[in-house]
């Protein structure tokens, strides 16, 4: 009994020398890449939304032919746009919350206001008393009598689940207290909320030139003899050491990360298996993604397992990799205004298969949402087109996650390998560049 009683000892000092490290790393990041409080996290989700408010949103309500834009949504079944725009300190609406955008012009602009049992934010003006008018429905009503718009938008799409945020309950619910005048003049708000959630402003731009810093910092962190020890280490260790890493920076990742490793061993593909032992030799690739400030990042990238006297990769590994670089450099050369997503995807590929690649496109917006709504390029399995999102035009301020994966057969090893990667960039209407420069090196993990 004491001897177990010593052991656990030692394992509970071994894991607080871990936590304290781990307390210390966390610092370093903190301080780099200015990651703040939670309070002042939601001063600056507040001050943004403000700003999107005032000068975004009166452009995109005009070029999507909106005067009114109404949301409506019930606490636990939140509209994904609704989300983005309720304050910092809010985890979701409460009871039925319904926000309300209405476009007085030029000189006023758009007039924010909340018809909610509670107070929304400074952003939006309380429009419903219920002392005076005890249906909210009624409420909402008289809100758009007294505006007349002629088009009213709601959030209903055939094409985005992200602009599809109108429950059946709450259009029925609405349908049945508007007068027939009214009620002909709903639309689909399709195109404003895809652009609210696509388009950028310029400080979103820097908080997300930070947030992929910080990811890749996290990568090359990952990847590196402080987490990975060859022959020991295995994949689903290094999923999880991600996971914890981002957690103990008070952050979360939108979606488990993925490690996938690739050998000479002929008969292996590409594996994921959790209980494989990373070994010299191998390449490493890593899926990862961040949430902060209501932004996401998406990065993928490679390393390699240096062997007991290599200082550096395999030519033929450098080779592969020049090669996933080359149908990036092909794909973002064919963002012009006015293009659609199936138009670069076509002409991307045109080129990479001229150049002897065998490319796969999977070019996706990302923002509000990893798989944000917007101007789709490809899909791993659509390569010839996307239907809908494909076939939207791309817009200027809008970021991408310029995914992709190239295929080639490498001799040394008398096999195909995959190289898949994934940068997040910024397409300013006029040309598309890196949000943080992109993975043109394979990162090398020391043998030990």
């Known amino acids: 009994m004491l001897l177990y009683v010593k052991k656990l000892l030692s394992v509970v000092a071994l894991l607080t020398l871990s936590f304290i490290s781990i307390a210390q790393q966390s610092d370093d990041l903190v301080k780099k890449f200015n990651i703040l409080p939670l309070q002042q996290r939601a001063e600056v989700v507040d001050q943004i939304l403000q700003k999107r408010v005032d000068t975004l949103l009166p452009q995109l309500m005009r070029r999507s032919n909106i005067d009114m834009w109404v949301l409506i ?50 952003v939006f003006k309380k429009a419903w008393d219920k002392t005076t008018e005890p249906n909210q429905m009624q409420a909402l009503v008289k809100l758009i009598d007294r505006y007349q718009p002629n088009r009213i938008g709601i959030n209903v799409s055939d094409t985005y689940g992200l602009a599809d945020g109108l429950a059946a309950s709450d259009k029925q ?23 609210w959630l696509d388009t950028r402003i310029d400080e979103e731009v820097e908080m997300h030139r930070n947030l992929v810093g910080l990811t890749k910092a996290i990568i090359h962190e990952g990847f590196s003899t402080k987490v990975i020890r060859p022959r020991k280490t295995t994949i689903g260790d290094l999923v999880w050491w991600f996971r914890e890493r981002v957690n103990g920076l008070g952050l979360d990742t939108w979606f488990q990360p993925a490690i996938r490793l690739q050998r000479k061993y002929k008969k292996m593909g590409v594996s994921q298996d959790p209980d494989e032992i990373i070994m010299p030799g191998d390449l490493l690739h890593v899926d990862f993604g961040i ?72 070019t996706h917006p990302i923002g509000y949402h990893g798989h944000g709504a917007g101007t789709t390029i490809g899909k791993w399995d659509s390569q010839h087109g996307v239907a809908g999102d494909g076939d939207r035009k791309i817009y200027p301020d809008a970021a991408y996650s310029i995914e992709l994966n190239v295929t080639t057969f490498v001799k040394e090893w008398q096999k195909d390998v995959m190289i898949m990667l994934e940068e997040n960039a910024f397409y300013n209407g006029d040309k598309v560049e890196y949000l943080v420069p992109r993975q043109n090196n394979l990162i090398l993990i020391n043998y030990k």
């Open 73 to 122: 949504s019930r606490e636990y079944n939140e509209d994904p746009v609704l989300e983005t725009m309720l304050p910092g300190d809010w985890f979701g609406a409460r009871r039925r919350t319904i926000l309300v955008f209405t476009d007085l012009g030029k000189e006023q602009g758009v007039r924010a206001e909340a018809i909610s049992t509670y107070d929304v934010s400074g």
């Open 173 to 195: 619910l609405l349908q049945r207290h508007l007068p027939a005048n009214l009620s002909q003049r709903l639309v689909s708000a399709e195109e404003l909320a895809v652009s």
């Open 291 to 362: 949430h902060y400030l209501r932004l996401n990042s998406d990065i993928q990238q490679h390393a390699y397992v240096l062997k007991a006297q290599e200082k550096t990769a395999p030519r033929y590994l450098k080779q592969a990799l020049g090669e996933g670089n080359k149908l990036q450099d092909l794909l973002l050369k064919q963002f012009k205004p006015g293009r659609s997503g199936n138009e670069i995807l076509s002409r991307a590929r045109e080129q990479a298969l001229l150049a002897g690649l065998r490319p796969m496109i999977y």
